[in-house]
């Protein structure tokens, strides 16, 4: 090359690539989508950014095992059909994991182009949610053809993404498969407990429907532990094996002073009237639910967020969190935290409520607060919030939303003989196949775990899935 000839230049980075959204100002008064996802060439542009890894990282990130890097080429050679049956190979909910799974902390955070110093990750999740919407607009009425049924027949206690999950893996194989849900809408904590603005319920009800036309059978308004037994399945019914999913459902409280007052909600109660029971559709439905006008939140996971932001859509015109930690320790993710900062929820954090202060007619009027500090770790490696002694104060407000986490429903475990569980009463199960101290009883997902994220439920029921079918004699 002579001096003359320019010298060449490097291939420009192309930066990840931002999901347009709702104005926050707009979409803080209304139940809408927040994230409005991917038109066509920003899907592309987004794609043509994954390096193709021939020893990717980001599938040992995804705990349902997503041909990641496969279905991206799919995407960037135009055939979206093709990368939406490419993610359900394995994963049969892409629709609501390209929603709400904290992908930064699973896949993408495995991403080469994200490693240290590269720049932004893949945005792998939304690639999967564009390619599980276009799918679902452009269905063309084939679906993949199952294997002849092979007799053999499962019960699965619970319909959310764990027992999904699970019917959708075992569907495909040849193997019969009844879901049991106690409410009459399918799909437990993505129905009950996300708001319909990060996962509308069209969403889950579409997927729902997916696993329908595959042959899975569903059974709503059936409470297992009431109606029938886990042994009941087993002995009458004669199923080959039941799974458990049923999720963690019993709201935990902090116990102070003054919970029990009017105005005073958990944040499972609060978030099941406000989304399954459509008071967000006022007027349409006249579901009795507090719409506080000042409303304080316990707690820092996406629960606080989502109720907290739920409140706001309500009509409150203050919310605020309180967080006995910083920002920094926040757990709620962090697109999650930025989309509530965004609509104007406060955060009054280092902050640990003592006392809930009522009046006269017995309705909570404030709540007391101590100061705290950061100490050493504790068992979670999290710095641990020490009191400032003397350091208090005091939040006026009428509505108060404790999202502080769940425990196990005791239900399905005490009424099943011989299921072992633990002091939490979670069920004991093997986190890598399910199984139980039952022959043929399988568990996965919150009973198991205790509350954790869709993604992780949406893991245990392939592993178990995976241990049933082993079980079976079924490759």
């Known amino acids: 090359m002579s001096d003359l000839e320019p010298k060449p230049t490097k291939k ?64 960037k050679s135009g055939d979206l059909m093709g990368a939406a049956w490419k993610i359900k190979e394995k994963n049969s909910l892409p629709r609501i994991a390209g929603r709400v799974c904290p992908q930064e ?25 564009y390619v599980a919407d276009y ?15 092979t007799g053999l027949k ?50 889950v009800r579409s997927e729902v429907d997916e696993l329908r036309k595959l042959g899975v059978e569903f059974k709503t308004n059936w409470v297992i532990g009431r109606i029938e037994t886990v042994d009941d399945l087993l002995e009458k019914r004669k199923y080959d094996g039941v799974f458990i999913g049923s999720g963690a459902g019993a709201p935990l409280f902090l116990k102070i002073p003054g919970e029990n007052l009017n105005g005073v909600y958990s944040a499972n109660e609060f978030l ?14 006249d579901t009795p639910v507090a719409k506080g006008r000042r409303v304080v939140v316990f707690g820092g996971g996406n629960v606080a967020m989502d109720s907290a932001r739920t409140a706001l859509r309500l009509g409150a015109e203050e919310v605020t969190i309180v967080y006995r930690r910083t920002m920094d320790e926040l757990p ?8 509530a900062i965004e609509e104007g929820v406060k955060f009054q954090l280092l902050n640990s409520p003592t006392e809930i202060v009522g009046n006269d007619s017995g ?31 005091q939040i006026e407000c009428d509505t108060i939303i404790v999202a502080i986490g769940n425990g196990a429903n005791p239900l ?15 069920i004991v199960a093997d986190l890598e196949t399910g199984t139980t101290s039952r022959d043929r009883v399988w568990a996965g997902g919150d009973i198991v775990t205790g509350a954790a994220t869709v993604i992780l439920a949406m893991g245990a029921g392939r592993k178990a899935a995976l241990a049933m079918l082993n079980t079976f004699g079924i490759s």
């Open 332 to 339: 709620a993710r962090t697109e999650e935290v930025h989309h």
């Open 12 to 75: 420009p980075k192309i930066p990840r690539q931002k999901m347009p959204e709702q104005d926050p100002i707009q979409r803080a008064h209304n139940f809408y989508e927040v994230a409005l996802g991917y038109e066509n060439d920003l899907a592309l542009l987004e794609a043509s950014r994954c390096l193709q890894c021939k020893k990717p990282s980001c599938m040992k990130g995804c705990p349902v095992e997503v041909d990641i890097p496969d279905f991206i080429q799919l995407v």
């Open 135 to 149: 799918a679902a607009t452009h269905d063309d009425g084939k679906r993949p053809e199952l294997p002849k049924p």
């Open 272 to 285: 099941t009237r406000a989304n399954l029971m459509k008071a967000y559709m006022f007027p349409q439905a």
């Open 363 to 393: 309705w909570a009027i404030a709540v007391n607060l101590q100061k705290m500090q950061l100490g050493e770790p504790d068992a979670s490696g999290r710095r641990r919030p020490v009191a400032i002694p003397g350091d208090t104060a």
């Open 154 to 203: 499962v019960g699965v206690v619970g319909s959310g993404p764990a027992g999904l999950t699970l019917a959708g893996a075992l569907i495909k194989k040849g193997v019969g498969v009844t879901v049991f849900e106690a409410l009459h809408e399918l799909g437990g904590v993505l129905v009950y407990g996300i708001p319909e603005f990060r996962l509308p319920k069209a969403i």
């Open 105 to 129: 902390s699973q896949c993408e955070s495995k991403c080469v182009v994200g490693a240290k110093g590269k720049g932004e990750p893949c945005a792998i999740g939304r690639l999967e949610r």
């Open 412 to 426: 399905v475990p005490t009424s099943t003989k011989n299921l072992e569980t633990n002091k939490w009463g979670n």
